[in-house]
């Protein structure tokens, strides 16, 4: 299961009640953050999660209300006395950007680790984690953005016939089972498939901001069963100022979602002059009728189907 | 008369509620803010007063917690349509680390102008208000930082009689009451002096953070009609945790207040660990008893003494 909270549904500037748009992703006692601008520390305290155990922070792009908040989040973690390297990624520059910050964060006691994507689309590994996949994707701002698919794989049933079948002895059968590859003694080799079915469904979450949409929002958002996107504006007027700034409308979000297939989407990065998100909703979901107007600090656990 | 608002009373980090220290003053159709960190433009909104016509932003130092907000503010001043110029004033370094956070709000529609402080102690002209000052000077924190003392001047009465006695036409009463000096067409010279009574008791008010005690505080604070001062910790025991980090407790600012004969001390810049600072308050005011225990967004005009 992944936990999943959205600690601020704003764009552009902070606002009393609406902190800037950042997800905050845990699974398996490791934290991920997609963005991190003014005042998402402050969000992230409210929501009870602690900033000491994330273990990396991806970046959309570097427009000060996704990354401004950087240096105080940075010195915030190394204040829990962390020591534990933190991945950073992000688009092409990030490495200059982070640094650039870091000009009133130099001391940290935790080194920076930089992952840049340079191409259209990229896959961020963790260690020790391979059933747990980020893909980056670039959507379409006015300054390169990506967004990111999280991807939990879940392995298939085991099946104790198959075991016996192949002969495989009972101690083998959870390493088989976690993934590993058996070499036993006597020369004989054991693989998971062996003893598993077919793969099950498994949790995908994608996150999409700041971007007209795309084609490569479609394909990565495919059948997720969160997804979360910008919805700038709720004004069907306001269409025109989407396209000129590289955003979207509720409506057009919507679209994505139903083209995608998605289980639910929540809508997010709301323009400071949208007062009320959710008075445009019934109109979205005439679209896509699982759409929800988020608020700060939305959370869900997403769990396996028969979890 | 000047309007003055504390924005936040946090030292280090901000919490939900208690933004970093930050103090925003008006005088006369101009703004000057002191200290900007993340997530000041928040409280600027809260407090209902306007980012648009800030003038002048003054930085104690470059700790995060005291300038981490600047990109977004800068962003959101924009985003007003501002156009006129803002000088920023700092310690050394001040263009660079300006420059550096600016690498994420790279495009504004104002200039920047800066005033470096390179010296123990500086004063800041604004134009065309000769009658307002902004002195900076050096206080004693890990680096180098300035506290910063505004006076506002206020001249003496005008004296009818005074003005009669040196036969001073009434068409020149009122420059001269605003301290131009007349030179008549028939070659007569006119100064204030000539009609103002002795100059009065103006306003003056001294904001002091991240420092141990010093001197230079007594002087620059002394008589003020506000002393805004961290008061970090309030417990007695952590006197050497505080002097370790170049602040102060609550006991030491009031100290200052007393010695600088101060007449109403705010304290702020808590450390995030003191839940409540009214707590400490009455062996506080056992030292000075005009202290408060500020809470975010305390507010006062200060008004010259019969207006």
Redesign the interface.
């Known amino acids: 299961m992944i936990d999943v909270c959205l600690l601020g549904t704003g764009g ?5 009640n609406r902190y800037l748009t950042a997800l905050m992703v845990r699974y398996n006692g490791k934290s991920f953050l997609i963005d991190c ?3 998402t ?2 969000a992230l ?2 929501s009870g999660w602690s900033p000491k155990p994330i273990d990396m922070i991806c970046f959309t792009h ?4 996704h ?3 950087l ?2 989040m940075l ?2 973690m190394g ?1 829990a006395e962390r020591t534990e390297p933190l991945l950073v990624v992000g688009p092409k520059g990030l490495e ?2 982070v640094k ?2 870091r ?3 130099p001391e940290l006691p935790f080194p920076i680790e930089y992952h840049e994507i340079n191409s259209d689309s990229d896959q961020i590994i963790i260690p020790d984690m391979p059933e747990f996949k980020i893909n980056a994707f670039k959507v379409n701002h006015n300054i390169t953005c990506y967004g990111y698919s999280m991807q939990l794989d879940r392995i298939g049933k085991f099946n104790v016939e198959a075991a016996k079948a192949n002969n495989i002895e009972q101690k083998y059968w959870n390493p088989l089972q976690k993934g590993e590859i058996i070499h036993t003694e006597d020369g004989r080799i054991f693989t998971p498939d062996m003893v598993l079915g077919e793969a099950r469904k498994g949790i995908h979450l994608t996150y999409v901001t700041d971007t007209r949409p795309t084609d490569s929002i479609i394909k990565y958002a495919e059948n997720s069963d969160l997804f979360i996107c910008e919805g700038m504006y709720g004004e069907p007027e306001k269409l025109q100022k989407a396209k000129e700034n590289k955003h979207m409308t509720m409506y057009e979000a919507a679209e994505l979602a139903k083209k995608a297939n998605v289980k639910e989407m929540w809508l997010t990065h709301y323009s400071p002059s949208l007062v009320n998100p959710k008075e445009y909703l019934p109109k979205v979901k005439d679209i896509f009728s699982k759409s929800i107007a988020a608020k700060d600090g939305r959370n869900i656990t997403l769990k396996f189907e028969d979890e």
Chains 1, 2 share one sequence.
């Open positions: 552009m500037m902070p606002l009393p601008g003014e005042g520390q402050i305290k409210k570097y427009h000060a209300d990354i401004s908040g240096p105080g010195l915030t204040n200059r950007v650039a910050l000009t009133i964060a």
